[in-house]
């Protein structure tokens, strides 16, 4: 379910001539001048106390520069050693709330704009944070990464865990077909995968080198601010079948994915997919989101970086 913002972008978007002037102002708003305004405390922030960056770290970084995706395990970027048990028994407590469970069992999520998945926490979050999510997606080393790609310090712009629904019978969503995203010029998501994903469980899918300043970066660039969905067939004999990156992994795997480079889901057959998704952006992301923590007391805990993706300021207070 769409915002007011978001069902009026989407109103002025179709109704030309505004329409022109919509996207005239989009793409001013996406432009150099106007991000380096509003990102300038960030990129500060990230100059006066940027991460040292070890080996696992490295890679990543050069993997999402290179490719525009990088998949490690979750050990490598958060050690601790029961954090995965943690953030299973965590995602298992919000999938076990009723309204979610009835979702699921309907077998189709008509309020959602991907119909085979069940979200958590939605487009529009009521509930807090348990603290094993927040330790995942606010923690320093993945916040080093995400940082270090971006040059600056980032916000979490988004936060879910996606139950996506086995043989949905619903007709296919604009998910589905290869497409970049709109938010902000860079945008890296998270996949954390919270059991093996095989080939019909609807892994994610990802053209390499294709993200914003890669090799492919200007095929069917997004067009502020709706990203791009090209045409049924348009990237045929433009991209080689070696550059289809088809994801799949165990349980623990991360994936990390610049996705204003060409992607698309794909529904699972016969088994459930279950994964935490989160998306961080900068301060000139459009359609931002708050996220508030279960355990207030975490906050303090949290070194300036998380706090400032959480939504505190770059001097790092609330």
């Known amino acids: ?24 102002f989009y793409r001013m708003r996406f432009g150099p001048t106007w991000l380096g305004f509003v990102n300038g405390r960030a990129r500060a922030a990230f100059e006066r106390e940027a991460a040292e960056l070890d080996g696992p770290q490295r890679r990543a970084v050069e993997a999402l520069r290179s490719a525009g995706l990088h998949a490690a395990r979750l050990e490598d970027l958060l050690p601790a050693e029961d954090a995965f048990d943690d953030i299973q028994t965590a995602a298992r407590r919000l999938l076990d709330r009723p309204e979610i469970r009835r979702q699921i069992r309907e077998g189709e999520n008509k309020n959602w704009g991907i119909p085979f998945v069940v979200p958590v926490f939605g487009l529009h979050p009521t509930r807090a944070v ?46 589905e077909a290869w497409h970049r995203d709109h938010e902000d010029r860079h945008t890296i998501k998270l996949f954390l995968y919270l059991h093996d994903i095989e080939p019909e469980m609807g892994p994610f899918c990802f053209i390499e080198e294709s993200q914003p300043g890669g090799r492919l970066g200007d095929l069917f660039p997004a067009r502020p601010p ?33 996705t204003c480079g060409l992607h698309k889901a794909s529904r699972p057959k016969g088994k ?26 975490q906050y303090q805990s949290l070194c ?11 001097e790092g207070s609330a």
């Open 1 to 24: 379910m769409k915002s007011p913002r978001q069902l009026l972008r989407a109103i002025l978007l179709r109704l030309w001539p505004l329409s022109i002037f919509v996207r005239l």
């Open 130 to 175: 348990p603290r094993p999510l927040a330790e995942l997606v606010l923690n320093e080393r993945i916040l080093g990464i995400v940082n270090s790609y971006l040059g600056l310090w980032s916000r979490l712009l988004y936060l879910d865990v996606w139950y996506s629904i086995p043989d949905c019978p619903s007709g296919p969503s604009n998910t």
């Open 226 to 258: 709706d990203g791009r969905i090209p045409r049924e067939g348009a990237l045929l004999g433009r991209v080689s079948e070696s550059q289809i990156r088809t994801c799949t992994g165990k349980a623990g795997t991360v994936l990390l994915a610049d």
């Open 272 to 297: 459930p997919r279950i994964v935490i998704v989160a998306t961080y952006a900068s301060d000139g992301a459009i359609d931002p989101r708050r996220y508030r923590l279960a355990e207030p007391e």
């Open 304 to 314: 300036s970086a998380s706090k400032y993706a959480l939504g505190g300021s770059a």
